[in-house]
Structures are given as C-alpha cells and as structure tokens.
C-alpha cells in the first residue's frame, strides 16, 4: 500500500527551529518529486517547498532562507528544516508524492500529486 507519513511536528516558540520528516512506504521516493504543503485553520493548503527526483529545490517567498528541503533516498525520505519560526508558519504540514503528469518534477499546484500524508501539526507560540 502506498503511504506518505509525516512526523516531526510540535509546539515550538517563536524564532525556535523544527524539522519535518515524510517517510514514504510501498513505494520509492528515488524518482518521485516531493512537495510540501501546508493549511493553517480556516484556509486553503498553500505550497512551502518541493525538491525535484534530481535534488533541485524550490521554496516559496515566505520561507526562503528560513526553509530548507532535503531528501534521503536510502531511507526513502524528504525533510524540511524550519528555522526562524513565526505564529504565521502555524499549521498542518503536509507532504505531497506521484504527480501523474510528471512524477519526477515540481509544482506548487495542490492538484499535481496523487499521493498525500496525513499531516503533521506545526504550532509555533508568541
């Protein structure tokens, strides 16, 4: 069975650090590109970093320079390291796997993967 879990999350203050694992199983993560998206309470997923098969990385404005994305294929898992974290980076992460259209490349598009975790909650206090 294809899964993607998410761990690594918690209460943190602001300005702390925290970094997010997604472990994929049945599956490898080798040729895949993977996403990471995120919903605060109220609002809509919202893209934060992608890392191609190829180890390329994009991040989105709000995060660059805080974020970082990585991937360990030998354990067939993609990490994002938080650092400098705001009350506004509060939310459920996500991770985001096998988009149909080109699995190996990113996009920012909730709509490109098929395959996603069960989130893991970000809280960062004042």
């Known amino acids: 069975q294809v899964q993607l879990v998410e761990s690594g999350g918690g209460l943190v203050q602001a300005g702390g650090s925290l970094t997010l694992s997604c472990e994929a199983s049945g599956f490898s993560l080798r040729n895949n590109a993977i996403g990471w998206f995120r919903r605060a309470l109220g609002k809509e997923r919202e893209a934060v970093s992608c890392?191609?098969?190829?180890?390329?990385?994009y991040s989105v404005n709000f995060v660059k320079g805080r974020f970082a994305i990585s991937r360990d294929n030998a354990k067939n898992t993609v990490y994002l390291q938080m650092n400098s974290l705001t009350p506004d980076d509060t939310a459920i992460y996500y991770c985001?796997?096998?988009?149909?259209?080109?699995?190996?490349?990113?996009?920012?598009?909730?709509?490109?993967?098929?395959?996603w975790g069960q989130g893991t909650q970000v809280t960062v206090s004042s």
């Open positions: 985001a796997a096998v988009a149909p259209r080109a699995p190996s490349i990113c996009s920012f598009d909730v709509g490109w993967y098929a395959y």
């Open positions: 890392i191609t098969s190829e180890g390329s990385t």
